[in-house]
Nanobody, 122 residues
């Protein structure tokens, strides 16, 4: 599975962005999908995950109810809708595929997208 993340950009505090992660290959629907992020000088951290069917989701405290993860298996695409963005959300956001949609360890995920930069100004 190859993953291509997009949708990042520069926004002001309080605005929204929707990230997309498009997969190639025939096994997208077999994998859980997650979004991690990594800010400068910090470790990569899990933001949200969704199971293979889309029926189960997981959010870390980072999202505080502001983010929504979803997927469309027919389009082989996962999404991260981010609302009420704050400067502390500034990071490179990565999508990844694996078997566990709740693991906070990046080592659990076999396939990674290249990352998309999100910058939130105050």
């Amino acid at each position: 599975v190859q993953l291509q993340a997009s949708g990042g950009g520069l926004v002001q505090a309080g605005e929204s962005l929707r990230l997309s992660c498009v997969a190639s290959g025939r096994t997208f629907s077999s994998y859980a999908m997650v979004w991690f992020r990594q800010a400068p000088g910090k470790e990569r951290e899990l933001v949200a995950g969704i199971n293979w069917s889309g029926r189960s989701t997981y959010y870390t405290e980072i999202t505080k109810g502001r983010f929504t993860i979803s997927r469309d298996n027919a389009k082989k695409t996962a999404y991260l809708q981010m609302n009420s963005l704050q400067p502390e959300d500034t990071a490179i956001y990565y999508c990844a595929a694996g078997l566990d949609y709740r693991s906070t360890s990046s080592r659990e995920y076999r396939y990674w997208g290249q990352g998309t930069q999100v910058t939130v100004s105050s």
